[in-house]
């Protein structure tokens, strides 16, 4: 079982979309925080279960979707990966690259 670690990036992530989403619905927001978390468990005992993301090229930089959201991911290692982003999947992702 691999090790995840979830990046800076990708925890600010999740706090802009609890935010953002909290708004609305305090409950709901914590709700698809939850269950974003709960999808990146599938990784620790199938890293490659994700599809390989086209904007990056690389297959050892995947993605997994949970709702509207693309939760971006790196194998770094055989025992390690990192959560890189967590970026809602009706934005453009070349800007997120470059900034």
Known sequence: MVQLRWLKSAKEDLMQIHDYISLDSKRYAKYQVQRIKQRTHHIKSHPRIGKIVQEFNNPDIRELVEGNYRIIY??????????????????????????
């Open 74 to 99: 790196r194998i770094v290692s055989e025992s390690r990966v990192d959560i890189l982003m967590v970026h809602h999947g009706a934005r453009n992702l070349y800007h997120r690259i470059l900034e």
